[in-house]
């Protein structure tokens, strides 16, 4: 059987940080992987390991210091603005809170719709129908769409930033602690949510936690992190 091709190819990927005296802040050094064709890699490490500095290296939300982020064959970091924009179609990223990340003076179905907008995917009807659609994919009612972010639960709005992330039908998705700031109960809901997702959609997923026990659930492999590294990677 022919071996799945890495969706997702990184090599020596660094990023420093200006520190204070000039000193720069080396938070993430020299990491390697790569990430199958529908795997769920799982990232790991405590606080300040450098997690969340890798997800947002990866899709050039910041700007690595050095190494290649191949995507689909591509190397991102060579990339024009507009290319990455189109890029951007096809990876997303949810975070932690999702209160700050759901704009609160619009609607829910605004949330939904702006990035069918941006990357103008299909007709007005079109838009409307896939909101709709993918409401009902994350659990949420229909009418959801007439309303403001803050009329919902954590776990609700943590759906609709699932929703918000998937309404393009991306092919790899990060989830930056995408459950930790949700009660225990909400959690593994959230957690089932996507995973059922990921298989159905046929995702790729790098899931980032700092909580071994959320990780185990969800990944195919894990990648453990420690002071901007990977120390060890491999099935769970
Ligand atoms: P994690 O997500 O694992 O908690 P981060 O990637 O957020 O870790 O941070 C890794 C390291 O980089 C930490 O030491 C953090 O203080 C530092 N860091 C993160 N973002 C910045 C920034 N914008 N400027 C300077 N240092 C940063
Ligand atoms: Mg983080």
């Not at 997702?8 to 802040?25: M, R």
């Not at 064709?37 to 899709?59: A, Y």
């Not at 998705?173 to 990921?198: K, R, Y």
């Not at 901007?228 to 769970?236: F, K, Q």
């Amino acid at each position: 059987m022919a071996e799945k091709m890495p969706l997702l190819n990184v090599k020596h990927l660094s990023k420093d940080y200006p520190g204070v005296g000039g000193k720069a802040v080396r938070a993430l050094n020299d990491v390697s992987f790569s990430i199958a064709e529908g795997e769920v890699l799982g990232v790991v490490g405590e606080s300040g390991c450098g997690k969340s500095t890798l997800g947002r290296s990866l899709l050039r939300l910041i700007e690595p210091t050095e190494g290649v982020v191949e995507y689909a064959g591509r190397d991102l970091l060579t990339l024009s603005k507009q290319e990455m924009k189109s890029i951007r179609q096809d990876m997303q990223i949810i975070f932690q809170d999702p209160f700050g990340s759901l704009n609160p003076r619009h609607r829910v179905g605004g949330i939904l719709i702006e990035p069918l907008n941006v990357h103008r995917v299909g007709s007005r009807i079109d838009r409307r129908h896939r909101v709709a659609e993918i409401l009902e994919l994350v659990g949420l009612p229909a009418a959801s769409a007439t309303r403001y972010p803050h009329e919902f639960s954590g776990g609700q709005r943590q759906r609709i930033a699932i929703a918000r992330s998937l309404v393009l039908n991306p092919q790899f998705l990060i989830a930056d602690e995408a459950v930790s700031a949700l009660d225990v109960s909400i959690q593994s809901q959230i957690i089932n949510l996507l995973c059922g997702l990921q298989k159905r959609l046929g995702i790729t997923l790098l899931f980032i936690s700092h909580d071994l026990s959320v990780i185990r659930h969800i990944s195919d492999r894990i990648a453990v992190m420690y002071l901007g590294r990977i120390v060890e990677i491999g099935a769970v």
